[in-house]
């Protein structure tokens, strides 16, 4: 589960990469009300498939927010 406040309606990317860099999935994209926000990740990629356990990366950016967190997927 990631979880997300916004102070005010803003255009949303919420994407996980591989600590390589490579874009695994976008979780959240377009416009986002203001409040709290959960997304659920099940541990796929953007064609379906289950990624290993291991460190990823999770971006999001709101408007001029930009932020970047590890998390770690055990399977």
Known sequence: HITYHLPRSEDVR???????GQLIRT????????GMH??????????GQAVGSGVYLVRLEAGDFVDSKRMILLR
């Open 14 to 20: 919420l994407r996980v990469y591989a600590l390589t």
């Open 27 to 34: 979780l959240e994209g377009g416009i986002v009300p203001a």
């Open 38 to 47: 959960t997304v659920v990740w099940d541990g796929r990629d953007e064609v």
